[in-house]
């Protein structure tokens, strides 16, 4: 798959993109499959990779950091343990904003009196003034938010294309039923992407007899060889090409006034 992807015709701008889906993805965490994160992207591959937990990322002993440093888009789902909740919590980031306090009293409140919300309207409480008003960072998910997130809720965390970086919370739903019905199957020719293999759509070299340039066939050849492509016309050369690529002069051809 490495050589495939690293065989892809034209440059990091010009290559069309290609998305590879891997679904419970520790089952081929591995030292080969860590280039997915760190090489793909430069050709044109994007990855997107499932996991059930954390733990699960640590197979190696740099998988874990290499992962979650290369993928900047991050969705997460509820039921949490609580190690994954502060980890989270702490990977989503603050937010900045004001922080400042303010007092709140009720009309007619004596010292040892007790009331209840459900018996006091909103006009009976009065607000003072704001106190220790200061810029702050908050943290964008605390832990309680991330351990109550309902079914079919995610938080996320991604960039755009300037870099800045952006989380909240999206709402998902399943894919209707007619996609799970079976589809025509699609084959694909990976030949072109296999950078001179032998294989049963390459060609094999045919035996070289020497140097016909009407006659060679460059498409036999794989890139290892070294062949020269530039093929010169001689259809009006008064010379000649013989089969040990050496020139030879045809008097015959010559009028008699040359």
Known sequence: MQRSVMKRPGSEQSRIPHILYID??????????????????????????????????????????????????????????????EFWSNEFGDRREWLYTR???????????????????????????????????????????????????????????????????????????KYKEPHKVKNFDFSKFQGGMIGDNVKEPKEH??????EIDFDAFSDDQDVNPIQTDVTDSSYLFNNEDAIIYDIKKKSDKE
């Open 209 to 214: 007899k020497g140097f016909k340039p009407k």
């Open 24 to 85: 419970e993805f520790p089952d081929f965490l591995c030292n080969p499959t860590l280039s997915l994160f760190t090489l793909y992207r430069k050709y044109g591959v994007g990855t997107v990779v499932t996991a059930q937990n954390l733990e699960q990322l640590n197979a190696t002993p740099t998988s874990r950091r290499t992962i979650l440093s290369n993928c900047t888009t991050k969705i997460v789902f509820g039921n949490l343990s609580p190690e994954e909740n």
């Open 103 to 177: 007092d709140m009293t009720m009309k007619g409140e004596k010292p040892g009196n007790q009331f209840l919300m459900g018996e006091s309207s909103v006009s009976d409480v009065s607000y003072g003034d704001f106190k220790g008003i200061k810029w702050g960072w908050k943290k964008n998910f605390e832990l309680g938010k991330l351990q109550a997130l309902k079914f079919k809720n995610c938080a996320f965390k991604y960039k755009d294309d300037k870099g800045k970086s952006f989380t909240g919370v999206a709402i998902l739903d399943f894919m209707p039923s």
